[in-house]
C-alpha cells in the first residue's frame, strides 16, 4: 500500500547551505504556483523567500534531506536519490536504491532512504556516493528519521517502527515492530523519546527511549502527517491537515506540508 498522490511537497527546516540560512522545496507536476517552482525539480530558496539558481530536475520527487555537505532528494518514480551540490545545484551523483523510496535521513556521512515498495532501508555511504546495504524493516516504511539513539522508520503498512543501529546497519531487535497507531506517516527523534504521527486514527504515539515502548497515544487533529521537534520546548508541532493542506498562520518552522489529493 502506497500513500496516496501528493499534490505539493514543501520541507520547510532551515538549512545552512551556500553560505546561508535557506529553505529547500519541490515541486510535483500539479504544483503549480504554490512554489513557483517547475514540476518535478528541487530548488532553493533564501531566508527572504526568493529563489536561488536554477531549480534541479528530480523524477517524482517524495522527500529531501540535507547532510554531508549534500542535498539529498528521493526520487520514488525512478527509485533512486540525487546527490545536489547546494552551491553548484549540480547532481553530482544519481544513486538506485529500493521501490518506491519515500524518504531520506542523514547521519554523518551516510545516508538512509526508506523504500515503501519493498519494506527495506538503503544505506548510503556518502564518501562512496554508493548503497553498502539494504535492510529489510516492516511493511511499507513511509517515514524516517535520526538522532543521537540511532535511525527509526515508521512502517505504514503494518502500523510498527523499528530502530535501526547506524553502527551495524542491523534492526535492533528489542527495538523493532513496536505497535503505535494506524497509518504511521511521520516520525520525530528526540532526546527521550520517538514521537510518531498516525495519519489514519488522528493520535501521536510516543516511544520511550529507555524502555522502547509506546505511550498514549495522544489524540490530535484529522490526518497528521508529519511531526517536527521544537528546540528548547521538547517535542511537538505535529502537522494536521483537515483544511486540505495548506500552510496557515502560525505553522512552525520545520513541519512537513503536504496536500491531499
Do not use: C
Not at 495522544?218 to 495548506?246: C, N
Amino acid at each position: 500500500m502506497r500513500l496516496p498522490a501528493w499534490r505539493l511537497l514543501a520541507v520547510g527546516s532551515a538549512l545552512a547551505v551556500a553560505a546561508a540560512v535557506s529553505v529547500v522545496a519541490v515541486a510535483r507536476p500539479w504544483a503549480g504556483e504554490p512554489s513557483g517552482l517547475p514540476g518535478n525539480s528541487v530548488g532553493l530558496i533564501d531566508a527572504a523567500g526568493g529563489r536561488v539558481g536554477a531549480p534541479v530536475t528530480v523524477g517524482g520527487p517524495a522527500g529531501l534531506a540535507y547532510g554531508d555537505g549534500s542535498i539529498w532528494a528521493v526520487a520514488s518514480t525512478d527509485g533512486t536519490v540525487s546527490r545536489i551540490n547546494p552551491a553548484t545545484h549540480a547532481v553530482v551523483q544519481q544513486i538506485q536504491v529500493g521501490a518506491d523510496p519515500a524518504a531520506v535521513t542523514v547521519t554523518g556521512g551516510d545516508v538512509w532512504v526508506a523504500n515503501s515498495g519493498d519494506g527495506t532501508v538503503s544505506q548510503i555511504s556518502g564518501a562512496a556516493n554508493a548503497v553498502v546495504q539494504k535492510i529489510p524493516v516492516g511493511n511499507v516504511p513511509d517515514a524516517i528519521a535520526s538522532g543521537p539513539s540511532g535511525i527509526w522508520v515508521a512502517n505504514a503498512g503494518d502500523d510498527t517502527v523499528d530502530r535501526i543501529d547506524p553502527a551495524t546497519g542491523d534492526v535492533d531487535v528489542t527495538r523493532r515492530d513496536i505497535p503505535v497507531g494506524g497509518f504511521p506517516d511521520g516520525i520525530a527523534v528526540g532526546p527521550d523519546a520517538v514521537w510518531v504521527a498516525n495519519g489514519q486514527d488522528g493520535t501521536v504515539t510516543r516511544i520511550d527511549l529507555a524502555t522502547g515502548q509506546p505511550d498514549g497515544p495522544v489524540a490530535v487533529g484529522a490526518g497528521p502527517e508529519g511531526i517536527a521537534g521544537h528546540p528548547g520546548r521538547g517535542m511537538g508541532g505535529q502537522l494536521t491537515r483537515p483544511h486540505g493542506g495548506q500552510a496557515r498562520p502560525g505553522d512552525r518552522q520545520g513541519d512537513l506540508h503536504r496536500r491531499r489529493r
